[in-house]
């Protein structure tokens, strides 16, 4: 057997590319999805966001600004994602919002620090943004780990936020039963190297463990894979964050308990019915992502559910059929952005 360290960091290096790049034991040809070719023509970032950058705490962030008029949305990305991810849904929403989203430090095209990655540099972040943007209050949408800023941010500062959404984001992480389960299944999950051979390989491999096969690649998810990658010139991709800041990140998501009982304001959260897509062509892995399914995250999903119903003040829980955690921010966002601007618009929710 490995000893604790080997196992330790074979662990990890399977979560940082898993996390990033999905499930799944294909090899590194093209089967199915999107050609070569074809995602050519998604090599433009077509989205209508200007990039920039704000800096806090010594740490350069990239942020997304999609324009609008109205009051200020600030957008959060997941563990291992970037603010691309929000792509196809932004631009939706900016008729009634200032629309904005952010690369949290060691994603994306911020800076990633040797440290610290925890929930005070986190949420701080946050904080040096808005101040430079000069937003004094904001609605705030956390998709997955996300969430946590959120969470902690309306805790910490309630004059400063008016509404909240959590896409998929209204889970405490900390949970040691499912965040060993989750860790595990990510293990058990882990990519072989020829999966990270080509830009290609990757493409196909995340759409079918994340996004699911039947789902249409788009210019969105485009801009979002190659914004949490590096290309090198032999074609081989290389993960954003390092292995050494997800490592950092891993250890604060399984730490950092939320305390959904400060929270002030209206809160919308937003859930899917299946973590991971359940058809993935290796039996073996399938049969595993159903285990997986029912013995874990559905009592956890339904657990998180009946939790922020119990604590948070004022909230609003919708639950979208065919969803997983990655496809319910892709799958028709023109709905999605509908359900975000018709809570964020009105008056107080109900639970």
Same mark, same amino acid.
């Given at each position: 057997?490995?000893?604790f &360290?080997?196992k330790?960091k074979?662990l990890?290096?399977?979560?940082v590319? #898993?996390? $990033?790049?999905?499930?799944?034991h294909m090899?590194?040809?093209?089967?199915?999805g999107?050609?070569?070719a074809?995602?050519q023509?998604?090599e433009t970032?077509v989205?209508?966001?200007?990039?920039a950058?704000s /800096?806090?705490d010594?740490?350069?962030?990239n942020?997304l =600004?999609?324009?609008?008029?109205?009051p200020p949305l600030?957008? @959060?990305h997941g563990?291992a994602n970037?603010?691309?991810v %929000?792509?196809d849904?932004?631009?939706l929403?900016r008729?009634?919002?200032h629309? @904005?989203a952010?690369?949290?430090?060691?994603?994306?095209? !911020?800076?990633?620090p040797a440290g610290p990655?925890d929930?005070?540099?986190?949420?701080? =972040?946050?904080?040096?943004? +808005? =101040?430079?943007l000069h937003?004094?209050?904001?609605?705030?949408l956390?998709?997955s780990m996300?969430?946590?800023?959120?969470t902690?941010?309306?805790?910490?500062?309630?004059?400063?936020v008016d509404?909240?959404v959590?896409l /998929?984001?209204?889970?405490?992480w !900390?949970?040691p039963?499912?965040?060993k389960?989750?860790t595990?299944m990510l293990a058990a999950?882990?990519?072989?190297? /020829?999966? $990270?051979?080509s +830009?290609?390989?990757?493409?196909?491999?995340y759409?079918a463990?994340?996004?699911?096969?039947?789902v249409p690649w788009?210019?969105?998810?485009e801009? %979002?894979l190659?914004?949490? #990658?590096? @290309?090198a010139p032999?074609?081989q991709?290389?993960? &954003?964050?390092?292995?050494?800041? %997800?490592?950092?990140l891993?250890?604060?998501?399984g730490?950092?308990r939320? *305390?959904?009982?400060k929270v002030?304001a209206?809160?919308?959260?937003?859930y899917?019915?299946?973590?991971f897509?359940q058809?993935?062509? *290796?039996? *073996?892995?399938a049969?595993?992502?159903?285990?997986f399914?029912?013995g874990?995250a559905q009592? %956890?999903r339904r657990?998180?559910i =009946?939790? #922020?119903?119990r604590e948070?003040?004022?909230?609003?829980?919708m639950?979208?059929?065919?969803r997983t955690?990655?496809?319910?921010?892709? @799958?028709?966002?023109?709905? +999605?952005?509908?359900s975000?601007?018709d809570f +964020?618009?009105?008056?107080?929710s109900?639970?």
């Amino acid at each position: 057997m490995m000893g604790f &360290i080997s196992k330790f960091k074979f662990l990890l290096c399977s979560l940082v590319a #898993v996390a $990033l790049f999905g499930v799944g034991h294909m090899d590194g040809k093209i089967q199915g999805g999107v050609a070569g070719a074809q995602a050519q023509d998604f090599e433009t970032d077509v989205s209508p966001h200007r990039s920039a950058f704000s /800096e806090g705490d010594g740490v350069r962030l990239n942020y997304l =600004d999609w324009g609008g008029d109205g009051p200020p949305l600030i957008l @959060i990305h997941g563990i291992a994602n970037s603010p691309h991810v %929000f792509d196809d849904l932004a631009p939706l929403l900016r008729d009634r919002f200032h629309v @904005i989203a952010y690369a949290r430090r060691g994603h994306g095209q !911020s800076e990633a620090p040797a440290g610290p990655y925890d929930s005070n540099a986190l949420v701080g =972040d946050l904080v040096h943004l +808005l =101040d430079n943007l000069h937003i004094q209050r904001a609605n705030l949408l956390g998709w997955s780990m996300g969430g946590n800023e959120v969470t902690e941010f309306a805790g910490r500062y309630p004059d400063r936020v008016d509404k909240i959404v959590y896409l /998929e984001g209204g889970y405490d992480w !900390s949970d040691p039963v499912f965040f060993k389960a989750f860790t595990d299944m990510l293990a058990a999950n882990s990519p072989k190297p /020829e999966t $990270l051979r080509s +830009l290609d390989a990757l493409r196909t491999w995340y759409r079918a463990a994340w996004i699911g096969r039947d789902v249409p690649w788009t210019p969105a998810l485009e801009a %979002f894979l190659r914004d949490a #990658v590096r @290309i090198a010139p032999n074609g081989q991709v290389d993960p &954003i964050p390092s292995i050494e800041v %997800f490592g950092a990140l891993h250890q604060t998501l399984g730490t950092w308990r939320r *305390d959904y009982t400060k929270v002030g304001a209206p809160a919308l959260a937003i859930y899917g019915t299946s973590f991971f897509p359940q058809d993935n062509g *290796d039996t *073996d892995l399938a049969r595993k992502l159903r285990e997986f399914e029912k013995g874990a995250a559905q009592p %956890f999903r339904r657990a998180s559910i =009946d939790r #922020v119903r119990r604590e948070l003040r004022d909230v609003r829980v919708m639950e979208i059929n065919e969803r997983t955690h990655m496809s319910i921010g892709v @799958i028709a966002p023109d709905a +999605l952005a509908a359900s975000i601007k018709d809570f +964020l618009s009105s008056g107080s929710s109900t639970r």
